[in-house]
């Protein structure tokens, strides 16, 4: 049979890692075609190498210079700039592309791909959190498959039923490192704290947003799009075992839930296999060893990121956006240690009260809107670094 032709953006990162492992797995049925990273030239010229991929891309200015990209297989073609990771997926040869860019550079990516009618397998939920009014109306049935563990199981529970008849969605929240924890604990928190999740092994800006709950945010917003829901359609529930990955409601009363091992590569795969299910040598799940799962409802006065992504959503527009660019600042400088973990959400809602919001229309707005939030969240930095 046809091999698959994937590409895969952010290969070096943790989603990217994990995508080649399921290529490695099922070699016989994906090729990869094309590759992009950001700064690891190192990892991606391995990688080139072990897969034999022709077309490589390297996005930060900075790394382009590397002496180690004189490496590349010999028919290997360098792209460079910080296009570069779309232009490599524009090609005839090109059948689905993976996202695992972090952040809100993953757009203009996610954008072109759906553009062109190719499968897109979403990792980057900032993608949608900030265009999904773009992007929802370029994908065709089938085309955009969610890696988001949260929302492939959610789309899985959709399978085979009529979307009119789902009563709401229960969206599973670990609860972060710090789940229990107070206000006045919180903000003495330091970023290895931060960085060590129960569940999951992951990016450190994912990492940070996980404790801080603004992932759960961010994902109530991505599933808004995703599944043409409002904000009271999606029910977070916190559930610490992270085993049941979400539900979907529906209106009889019967609620069909997704539960698995927590490995990322089963998402992965799936948005790469669908319709069809293949093998995983991931973890399986031996309910004889569960013996318990417990539920919970969410702190939205101690994680305020919830909240605040809360308000964003209800208000659509460019508000996500400014919610997320603040975020990606204020997650930035934490990791720094030029902040506190509190000092997250404070700068976000500073970003946010400062906005006029304003329907989305273009990348290009959504991308002055982006530099215009960060400006303010740097501001409210610079408040408190004083
Ligand atoms: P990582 O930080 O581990 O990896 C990020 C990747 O993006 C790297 O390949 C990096 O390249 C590249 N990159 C960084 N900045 C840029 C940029 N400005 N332009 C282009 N490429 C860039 O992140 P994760 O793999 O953890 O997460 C990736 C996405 O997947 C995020 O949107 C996250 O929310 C989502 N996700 C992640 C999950 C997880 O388990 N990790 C679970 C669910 C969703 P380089 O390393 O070369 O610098
Ligand atoms: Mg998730």
Known sequence: AERKRIAILGCTGSIGRQTLDVCRQHADKLEVVALSAHSNTKELVAAAREFGVKRIAVTDPQSVHDPILENLPRDARLYTGARSAVDICLFDDVDEVLVAIVGVAGLSASAAVLACGKQLALANKESLVVGGDLLMPMARPGMLLPVDSEHAAIFQCYQGENPKEAHCIWLTCSGGPFFGKSRSELSRVTVK????????????????????????????????????????????????????????EYVDGSVIA??????????????????????????????????SLSFGEPDTDTFRCLKLADIAGREGGTLPCVLNAANEVAVDAFLHDRCSFTDIDAIVEYAMDQHDNSPVYSLDQLSDTDAWARIQARCALDRISR
């Open 193 to 248: 704290q931060a960085l060590a999740h129960p569940a999951w092994n992951m990016g450190a800006k994912i990492s940070i947003d996980s404790a801080t709950l603004m992932n759960k945010g961010l994902e109530r917003i991505e599933a808004l799009h995703l599944f043409h829901v409002d904000m009271d359609f999606v029910n977070v529930v916190i559930h610490r075992e992270a085993k049941i990955h979400s539900m979907v």
């Open 258 to 291: 997704h539960l698995g091992a927590s490995d990322m590569r089963i998402p992965i795969q799936y948005a790469l296999s669908y319709p069809a299910r293949w093998e995983s040598p991931s973890p399986r799940l031996d309910f004889r060893q569960l013996s």
